[in-house]
């Protein structure tokens, strides 16, 4: 499991944690899920790929083993996670084992797993929901509706990567990102930014009034064992600070 830590874009403060699988290969490189969750997928090990990730994120969490201490806990659920008749139970034990408040774990589903029709889906995000864990639409804006906001009663709207990194110089990513930000303010959702890589895109996106992001800018994908300490975002004017890379660190895009 490797962590990327979520930053308040106002003055950097961490104020949570996505547990990120990667997969170690021998020589020290850690594979982004692109290169194996497929073939999870096709073995039927998803369901316990996303567990095991879930039981080591909250025993990290509860162990204070975080660089920053007590701060949220982000997850991501497959489809196939929330189809399991057995996958709230399953969280919420696993939240009672390690002592772990359920409002500090937040379940970040994709717009696509909540097309699924289901049955179970809307009865596991109801019965986490109750519990007060909370829940964020990943990669908002790459294609569904806005009926999904309703479906989930989210808590959380993460604006894909995809409109982030052309936010500078494309005009067309800059509106929908700014009517997205405008959307969750009207909403009274948290909203944050994924893939942020220059302190110019995190300043463009704090002025539009984006509370929080997340990217290489503020720290990579890393495990524990070499995990540096969460930098705050640079102060405007000075020189670049970012973390050298580890041999643990994620290659994937942040």
């Not at 003055?11 to 996505?18: F, R």
């Not at 994120?57 to 929330?82: I, K, W």
Request: charged share 25%; glycine share 8%.
């Amino acid at each position: 499991v490797a962590y990327q830590p979520i930053v308040e874009l106002a003055d950097g403060a961490v104020v949570g944690y996505e547990a990120l699988v990667r997969l170690p290969t021998r020589d020290g490189e850690l594979l982004t899920p692109d290169h194996f969750l497929e073939v999870a997928r096709s073995a039927d090990l998803l369901t316990q790929v996303d567990r095991l990730v879930l039981r080591q994120a909250l025993r990290d969490h509860a162990g204070g083993r975080l660089p920053v201490a007590a701060t949220g806990m982000s997850v991501n659920a497959e489809s196939d996670d929330l189809r399991d008749p057995d996958f709230a139970i399953a969280v919420l034990t696993q939240l009672h084992a390690r002592g772990v408040e359920p409002v500090a774990l937040t379940v970040e589903v994709t717009e696509a797993a909540l097309l699924d029709a289901h049955p179970a889906v809307l009865d596991n995000i109801g019965s986490l929901r109750q519990a007060g864990v909370r829940f964020a639409i990943d990669d908002f804006g790459t294609g569904s509706s806005l009926s999904q906001l309703r479906r989930l009663n989210a808590d959380v709207i993460k604006i894909d990567r995809s409109f982030v990194m052309g936010i500078e110089d494309d005009p067309e990513s800059a509106n929908i990102v700014a009517t997205v930000i405008a959307l969750a303010q009207r909403l009274d959702l948290v909203c944050v930014a994924e893939g942020i890589e220059t302190r110019e895109q995190a300043e463009i996106l704090r002025r539009m009034g984006c509370e929080r992001g997340q990217g290489y800018l503020f720290g990579r994908p890393t495990t524990l064992a070499t995990t540096p300490e969460p930098r705050r975002s640079p102060e405007r004017g000075s020189g670049d600070r970012s973390p050298s890379p580890t041999p643990r660190t994620d290659p994937g895009t942040g």
